[in-house]
Every structure is written in structure tokens, then in C-alpha cells.
Nanobody, 125 residues
Framework: QVQLVESGGGLVQDGGSLRLSCAAS????????MGWFRQAPGKEREFVAAISRSGGSTGYAASVKGRFTISRDNAKNMVYLQMNSLKPEDTAVYYC??????????????????WGQGTQVTVSS
């Protein structure tokens, strides 16, 4: 079991940067594959990035490749999403998620069984 709390969202200009953080409370954070998802108004929740238990494998949605970087610090029970070159279409609520059933949850939302409450990211045009 793990509890997740996101932070770092806010308002940023087109082309700007934000760093999202996800703080996890749990006995064995390193046993969870982690992911970031986002949901814009009127849209389905979509995959953004994923990282394996040890951090050795990562994956990204095509729309964010080259702009976003997922990382984790298991010693601090933290996962991060560095977002650069932000665009208005990145505006969404961003959710941190944990998968307990595999070392790498990937893009399939059904792999994730724990979720944070989300943090709003707004990119102005």
C-alpha cells in the first residue's frame, strides 16, 4: 500500500518549465512502478510517462518526448516530472500513480492501482 501526494503545479507561460513532485508514503516505495497521467477538461485521462521500480526503464507519450523527463529517488520516496517547453495543450490535471503488479507499468492505465489527488498545470498562450 502507498499514498501519493502531488505538488508543483501552477500557471506558466507557453515555453516555460515546471517540475512536478510526487511524495509517497509506504513501506517499500521501490517495489512500485510509477507513472504520470493527465486529464484535460472534457478529455479522458491519458498516459504521460512511466518509470520502473529501480528507475532503469522509462517511457513517454509521443506528445511529450523530448520535453518531459520522469525520474525517481527511492531513498526519498519521491518521483518527479520535469516539464520543459510547455505548450497550452499540456494544460491538465496531472496525476501520480503507482503500480504494484509489475516492475514497469508502462502506458496501460489498468496497471496502476494507487493514485494521487492531482495537481493543476495551466499553460497560458
Amino acid at each position: 500500500q502507498v499514498q501519493l501526494v502531488e505538488s508543483g503545479g501552477g500557471l506558466v507561460q507557453d515555453g516555460g518549465s515546471l517540475r512536478l513532485s510526487c511524495a509517497a508514503s509506504g513501506r517499500t516505495f521501490s517495489s512500485y512502478s510509477m507513472g504520470w497521467f493527465r486529464q484535460a477538461p472534457g478529455k479522458e485521462r491519458e498516459f504521460v510517462a512511466a518509470i520502473s521500480r529501480s528507475g532503469g526503464s522509462t517511457g513517454y507519450a509521443a506528445s511529450v518526448k523530448g520535453r518531459f523527463t520522469i525520474s525517481r529517488d527511492n531513498a526519498k520516496n519521491m518521483v518527479y516530472l520535469q516539464m520543459n517547453s510547455l505548450k497550452p495543450e499540456d494544460t491538465a490535471v496531472y496525476y501520480c500513480a503507482a503500480a504494484s503488479t509489475a516492475y514497469y507499468g508502462g502506458s496501460y492505465i489498468g496497471n496502476y492501482n494507487y493514485w494521487g489527488q492531482g495537481t493543476q498545470v495551466t499553460v497560458s498562450s
